[in-house]
């Protein structure tokens, strides 16, 4: 029965207001100082660190105009993060990398031993890979002043300058208004050599040019090659286009590691001498803006390998100076380019000049094979049997570039986006267990990112713009996250089937990768690593320790692991995560989560 307020006087309550009153002034204050804890969530595991080791908050100002500092939620119904002592049955001596370049060190691309001992560079072999053996388990130390990055959408715009301190780019490009440093910041004001007037000026103009391209319903999957600083591809994000930016690492210092700090989808890779680890007929456009690339060199091998991964029916935008310009070198490269370009069966679909001046040409892959038998010369030659072998995309590792062209295959356009994501892709094999295998994966990943992965309280997404999915398959994965504020980069393991065609066909992007060696990108790329029973086969070709310090290498700190493997491959794993100063923790028995922290060894060695 209740009580008014006037009977609790009357029945002299008093000392129950007052106990009352003293408990709720208790919690307040209770509640008010624990505000200033640090959340544990923001803190590498310190059992296994050395004396000299200090937790570090993974925390950082933001720009006025940013969004509020990321802070991580409360674990709710999911995995606790393990602060216990795990017995580790190897001692790791890590020590950081050292030399010039240990801060943004890429193994196979910095082997400077390999390098210098190349007979030639005339096709950019000294950009290309060369692994070092055995592969190197130093860790990169952070640059001084690191912070967490700049969230997405701001990070497009303005990233922090202690994170990627390199100002060459800016004073080389300061009249092109491609990037500029403005107190704590690198500020990228979406312009470039053919930018003008701008990005967004730029795409609509393309698509003015030439409707049918329709940016982001017909066209989805875009290569920029030589992309700079990588703004095309990210003003594209807004138009649900989705652009693999490539460049290499060359003298125009950090251009990639720019991107990727943005948080646009980017990676090291040169047309030289080799095939780029992209499958047969994958992209709807590719785009080249003052690439510098010479595409008529060495037989035309650098375009030819473009129309093997161009879908058919794809186009290809060539922004250049050759274009629009009529000096006698500019026309000698156009003619060359006219010649290439029919012998390749490419049509011409459109040639313009903007209000700016620059100009471009808009061509065309032809969609059926028949055209190249009507040729009058079969040259270029159709290629052979033992240039399409693809069964294995092991095949895909280190392949020199052909000279031939690869015949287009019977295959339809995908639907327009987004209905390509959940379609049957044309790549598919047809017998009827392929398509329902494909379904049932797809519905399998809808599943199972909801459950244990975006309502899990163990990984803050608001802090995530970036994932590796290390083992991709059919890119379930990536196509569940689609409407999260990230994008995927999509791994096929050269040791397991070959699927990367339909990633692509279902508007996603991917790279083949051997995981045995080293990625071709910065250390500190990624915002969160994602694999599903890789380390099984993977643990059979190489040791799980050069896996996990690669894993270690891109990751940025305050970055987020899950793996979904078994016990036996999970308890292997953590411990090494452990030693390198990783919170981790395990969820139903087949889930590993790890988080990174800011720990580095000291300049000595710190074993654990």
Known sequence: MGISVPSFFKERKFPFIFTLSLLLVCVTVLLFTNTNTPDPLFFYSDVHTSSSAQPVVIASPLPAHASNPITAPPIQNGPVWDETSIPVSVNFNWRLCTGSVAIDYIPCLDNFQAIKALKSRRHMEHRERHCPQPSPRCLEPLPKGYKVPVPWPESRDMIWYDNVPHPKLVEYKKDQNWVKKSDDYLIFPGGGTQFKEGVNHYTDFIEKTLPVIEWGRHVRVVLDVGCGVASFGGYLLDRNVITMSFAPKDEHEAQIQFALERGIPATLSVIGTQRLTFPDNAYDLIH??????????????????????????????????????????????????????????????????????????????????????????????????????????????????????????????????????????????TNPEAEEMFYKDTIHWSALVSDAYVNNAAINWSSVRNVMDMNAGYGGFAAALTDQLLWVMNVIPVHVPDTLSVIFDRGLIGIYHDWCESLNTYPRTYDLLHSSFLFENLSQRCDMIDVVVEMDRILRPGGYLVVQDTMEMINKMRPILHSLHWSTAVHKDQFLFGKKGFWRPGRGSSKS
């Open 288 to 429: 080249c803006a003052r690439c510098r690339v010479h595409w008529d060199a060495d037989g035309g091998k650098p375009l030819l390998e473009l129309n093997r991964i161009l879908r058919p029916g794809g186009f290809f935008i060539w922004s250049a100076t050759p274009v629009y310009r009529d000096d006698d070198r500019d026309k000698r490269v156009w003619k060359s380019m006219e010649a290439l370009t029919r012998s390749m069966c490419w049509d011409v679909v459109a040639k313009t000049v903007d209000s700016t001046g620059i100009g471009l040409v808009i061509y065309r892959k032809p969609i059926s094979f028949v055209r190249y038998f009507k040729r009058k010369e079969n040259k270029p030659p159709i290629c052979g049997p033992k240039d399409r072998k693809n069964s294995s995309c092991l095949c895909y590792r280190y392949v020199p570039l052909s000279s031939c062209v690869t015949l287009p295959p019977r295959s339809s356009w995908p639907l327009p986006w987004p209905n390509r994501l959940t379609s049957k892709p044309p790549s598919l094999a």
